[in-house]
């Protein structure tokens, strides 16, 4: 079955040989060559992934950091600051994954977009890699009880 | 390119079949077929017109040779690798077929996983908590906030969950190491800050998993772990020096 290869990635670890993503690297940089054969060019992707690296290094990137660091702030009552507190504020703690989420996917986002290309009339969505999306958590209620 | 031309995906060993309905890059599809040579066979399809690293054919290509992993040892082209004919394919076999058969018994029973380690994706009240840079910084933008305290917040904030991760990939890769045959470092990839191969026999590839499920859980708060497994044997089919032997592995 082709699409058992390409998991879902609630877990940390996704089943079975991952994503395409995940392999997609070894598939264009690892493998035997044959001095004999030719290899088709791949001048595209490399273009695409130098344009990665150009969106981890951002200030843009910072920024949303720093944005996510303020949110963790803001969602708590301005005069608590304890680390308990806020290693306890989980409505607080999940805001700011979002966002750091954000911020790191902009690159694999790159890549995915560079592999896709000019081919999509065959994307059926199994292949393509999820949002990671976290577990649904109690947050409200976990928060109440660190601040009562 | 000619009409002949032929896309190679992998070397096996002779009289080893192909995996049954499985097929080859291009649209429509190309049919896989065997090009034998005294004891070792290639497995190969016509080549699409214009080919390139196209989404579909880079799972084509992968597919084909996770299939051929399934059923016995396999020597994994790179993607887009295309010869003249078949008679240059079956020269090329003749002439290092010798190699071949020493890297196909060398590999049997192996398979490959991959490791890659990113900056955790939950950690940013634990790098809040556990920083005192970050803290000190956050606390710079709240007495100022600015532009300029927030770049320095966000690359501190951003700084600190690479080497946490790196940190913790060190770690695991000790863990790890034991347990495969071969090492390999994988291709650089912007965003992690550990990428590396093992492999690993069949047999161990549960354990294997497990042990990195286990630290996965307890560093959550310093890295995200992503394994692919089992692979082809990508990382050990070169002949560049860059492999490291386990020892007792």
Known sequence: ?148 | MSGNDVYVYAIIPAGQALPPGAVGVGSPAAALRLVDEGRVTAVVSAAPPQLRARRRDLMAHQEVLQRLTDTGPVLPMRFGTVAPDDESVRAQLARSQAEHRATLSHLRGGVEFNLKALPAQDALAAVVAEEKNVRRLREAVRRRPGYEANVRLGEAVSAALSRRAAEAGRKILHELTPLARETAPGPEVHGCVLNVSFLVDRSRGDSFRTTVQRFADRHRDHLELRVAGPLPCYSFVSSRPQRTPVAGG
């Open chain 1, 1 to 148: 079955m082709t699409t058992t290869m390409y998991a879902d990635e609630v877990a940390p670890c996704p089943p079975r040989a991952g994503t395409l993503y995940d392999v997609l690297e070894l598939i264009l940089d690892r493998g035997m060559v044959i001095d004999v054969f030719v290899r088709v060019s791949l001048v595209g992707i490399e273009i695409l992934k130098i344009d990665a690296r150009i969106v981890v290094a951002s200030v843009d990137t910072y920024l949303r950091f720093a944005e996510a660091c303020n949110r963790l702030d803001l969602e708590r009552d301005s005069g608590s600051t304890t680390i308990p507190e806020l290693l306890g504020g989980r409505a607080a703690k999940s805001v700011g994954k979002r966002k750091v989420r954000q911020a790191a996917e902009s690159v694999g986002d790159t890549v995915r977009k560079a592999v896709g290309g000019d081919d999509d009339e065959d994307d059926d969505g199994n292949e393509r890699p999820k949002k990671r999306r976290a577990p649904a958590r109690d947050g409200s209620s976990r928060r109440r009880r660190v601040e009562a």
